[in-house]
T-cell receptor, first 113, second 116 residues
Framework: DQQVKQNSPSLSVQEGRISILNCDYTNSMFDYFLWYKKYPAEGPTFLISISSIKDKNEDGRFTVFLNKSAKHLSLHIVPSQPGDSAVYFCAASEDNYGQNFVFGPGTRLSVLP | GAGVSQTPSNKVTEKGKYVELRCDPISGHTALYWYRQSLGQGPEFLIYFQGTGAADDSGLPNDRFFAVRPEGSVSTLKIQRTERGDSAVYLC??????????????FGPGTRLTVL
C-alpha cells in the first residue's frame, strides 16, 4: 500500500508556462515533505521542502503548497524551463530528522521548447 | 567538492551469487542512507547509519541484506544469495547529520544491479 502517491506518471508543459506536480499521502503522521529532482543516470537532488507548520514555501521559481487536511501537496514551477525536464519525487517523513523518508513513484516532467 | 560516489556503477550477477556495493559519502557527513529503486518506483528506504552504527535497518527486506560502515565513512551493502527480484538501482545518500535537525540528503548516482 503506497503511503505517498503521485498519480500522474508524466506531464508535458510548454516552456514559460506553469508546471504543477501533485502528491497525495495517506499517513496522517507525516510531518515533513520534500521534493527531489532526478536526471537520468544521476541520483535525486533536493529541490525544496516544507514542514506541516507551513502551508507554503517558496524558493525562486519553485513553490510547494501543503494542504494537511486533504493530505495533499503540490509543486509549482513557474516559469518552466527545458532544463526542468526530469523526474520529480515527492517524499514524506514523520519527522524532520532527515531519515526514513517515504518516496512517491515520481512524475516525469517534460518542458517543451 | 566531491559528491557521494558509488561503485560499481553497474553490476551483473547470476542468481545465487553474493554481491557487495560500495558507497563513499561526502567527507564529514555523519549520516548515511541506502535506498533501493525499482523500475517505475521511487527510492525505497533500506537502512540508515549514524556514524558507525545502524540507527534504523527497518527497511532491509530480509536477512540476505546486510550493510556495514566500520569506520563511519565508507559503507558497503552486502547481498547474499541474490535473487532476480533484487534487480534494482541501489542508491546511497549522505547528510551532515541525521539525528536532530533536518538536512537534505545528497544522493550518489546509484549502482544498477542486474541479477540474471
Amino acid at each position: 500500500d503506497q503511503q505517498v502517491k503521485q498519480n500522474s506518471p508524466s506531464l508535458s508543459v510548454q516552456e514559460g508556462r506553469i508546471s504543477i506536480l501533485n502528491c497525495d499521502y495517506t499517513n496522517s503522521m507525516f510531518d515533513y515533505f520534500l521534493w527531489y529532482k532526478k536526471y537520468p543516470a544521476e541520483g535525486p537532488t533536493f529541490l525544496i521542502s516544507i514542514s506541516s507548520i507551513k502551508d507554503k514555501n517558496e524558493d525562486g521559481r519553485f513553490t510547494v503548497f501543503l494542504n494537511k487536511s486533504a493530505k495533499h501537496l503540490s509543486l509549482h514551477i513557474v516559469p518552466s524551463q527545458p532544463g526542468d525536464s526530469a523526474v520529480y519525487f515527492c517524499a514524506a517523513s514523520e519527522d524532520n530528522y532527515g531519515q526514513n523518508f517515504v518516496f512517491g513513484p515520481g512524475t516525469r516532467l517534460s518542458v517543451l521548447p | 567538492g566531491a559528491g557521494v560516489s558509488q561503485t560499481p556503477s553497474n553490476k551483473v550477477t547470476e542468481k545465487g551469487k553474493y554481491v557487495e556495493l560500495r558507497c563513499d559519502p561526502i567527507s564529514g557527513h555523519t549520516a548515511l542512507y541506502w535506498y533501493r529503486q525499482s523500475l517505475g518506483q521511487g527510492p525505497e528506504f533500506l537502512i540508515y547509519f549514524q556514524g558507525t552504527g545502524a540507527a534504523d535497518d527497518s527497511g532491509l527486506p530480509n536477512d540476505r541484506f546486510f550493510a556495514v560502515r566500520p569506520e563511519g565513512s565508507v559503507s558497503t551493502l552486502k547481498i547474499q544469495r541474490t535473487e532476480r527480484g533484487d534487480s534494482a538501482v541501489y542508491l546511497c545518500a549522505s547528510s551532515p547529520s541525521g539525528g536532530y535537525s533536518y538536512n537534505e540528503q545528497f544522493f550518489g548516482p546509484g549502482t544498477r544491479l542486474t541479477v540474471l
